[in-house]
């Protein structure tokens, strides 16, 4: 099994900063990765990134402004969020799967409990 732990969320103004981390315990898996989904909205791709490997992959909406990393010492990756706005206010979830990464949440088969994003204004 594999279990996902984030943490990190909390309430920012726009135009400030957080760093969400997702600790991982259990097999080893290829990807890492983060999704949101704000109220009323379905889950949206964030970021990606590979374990042993060079590759990110980002959501148009947040290139530029959120970086994914990781510290395989560790075994934990971090989601680096500037210049927040209001519209990045969800639930952030951290996710792993194997194989070639994918933007497509039911692709993606283990999960963290999520952690709350609020950006005011």
């Known amino acids: 099994q594999v279990q996902l732990v984030e943490s990190g969320g909390g309430s920012v103004q726009a135009g400030g900063s957080l760093r969400l981390s997702c600790a991982a315990s259990g097999r080893a898996v290829t990807f890492m990765g983060w999704f949101r989904q704000a109220p009323g909205k379905e889950r949206e791709f964030v970021a990606a990134i590979a374990w042993s490997a060079d590759y990110t992959y980002y959501a148009d909406s947040v290139k530029g402004r959120f970086t994914i990393s990781r510290d395989n010492a560790k075994n934990t990756v971090y989601l680096q969020m500037s210049t927040l706005k209001p519209e990045d206010t969800a639930v952030y979830y951290c996710?792993?799967?194997?194989?070639?990464?994918?933007?497509?949440?039911?692709?993606?088969?283990?999960w963290g409990q999520g952690t709350q994003v609020t950006v005011s204004s």
């Open positions: 996710a792993a799967r194997d194989g070639r990464t994918t933007r497509r949440g039911e692709d993606w088969p283990w």
